[in-house]
């Protein structure tokens, strides 16, 4: 699977300058969904979620960061890259095809990666991605943003990973779920492009995911507080 993320970003530029343009504008953008500090009973975390983007409405390329820093062992817990291409299928959703690769302090994965990304109805932002391997799993999560004011937003998630083999060397079980779920209070202190905030993000496996983790010695469930900012520009 490295060759087909190395190809996947190399062919995407390319790409996006054949694609026919006509009148549209070229977007882009970057933005850090979670840029935090975690701390709970375990070691304390950095942690980040962003992703940047460029093209137009009808064809774009994504790439998305995701990753955790435990700062007592300085050890990159975890770390996944994307690099995605994306064309709307409707009104409210996007396809996307493209390669992720994981590349944590453990053993490296590899994935291709087909998915749907947009606006469910209520208006909950909604990712449902497949990633192909040897080890598959497939992943669903959603956030929604409720105004409490014109600047203090909630901002509830969950986000699910469902192995569909084993994959014992990174405590996955099949058919085992890995569940996160959060649920963070922000101020947007320069408009939409800064927004300091406070939460809590709970972690939990089940099934032999969670066999996996007790027999490591870790406990299948966590809750930590946090503290961070979104960033958009």
């Given at each position: ?37 975690r701390a709970g009973e375990g070691p304390d975390i950095l942690a980040w979620d962003a992703d940047a983007i460029v093209g137009t ?51 490296d994965r590899y994935h291709g990666v087909i998915g749907l990304h947009g606006l469910a109805p209520q208006w909950f932002e909604i ?107």
């Amino acid at each position: 699977m490295r060759g087909t993320v190395l190809i996947a970003g190399a062919l995407a530029p390319a790409l996006l300058a054949a694609a026919p343009v006509s009148a549209q504008q070229l977007i882009w953008g970057v933005q850090a969904e979670q840029l935090e500090y975690r701390a709970g009973e375990g070691p304390d975390i950095l942690a980040w979620d962003a992703d940047a983007i460029v093209g137009t409405d009808e064809l774009k390329l994504r790439l998305r960061s995701e990753g955790e820093y435990a700062l007592e062992e300085n050890t990159v817990e975890t770390l996944e890259n994307q690099v995605r291409i994306e064309t709307p299928v409707s009104d409210f959703f996007d396809l996307a095809v493209g390669a992720r690769a994981s590349t944590p302090a453990g053993p490296d994965r590899y994935h291709g990666v087909i998915g749907l990304h947009g606006l469910a109805p209520q208006w909950f932002e909604i990712d449902a991605d497949l990633f192909v391997s040897d080890e598959p799993f497939f992943r669903v999560d959603a956030e929604y943003e409720a105004l409490i004011t014109n600047r203090v937003v909630l901002v509830p998630s969950v986000e699910v990973d469902l192995p569909l083999t084993d994959d014992p060397e990174i405590g996955a079980g099949a058919w085992g779920p890995k569940l996160e779920v959060g649920a963070r209070i922000s101020y947007d202190l320069v408009d939409r492009a800064v927004s300091p905030y406070v939460g809590v993000h709970y972690e939990r496996a089940f099934g032999e995911s969670a066999l996996l983790a007790s027999r490591e010695g870790e406990d299948p469930g966590t809750v930590l507080f946090v503290v961070g900012t979104r960033i958009l520009f």
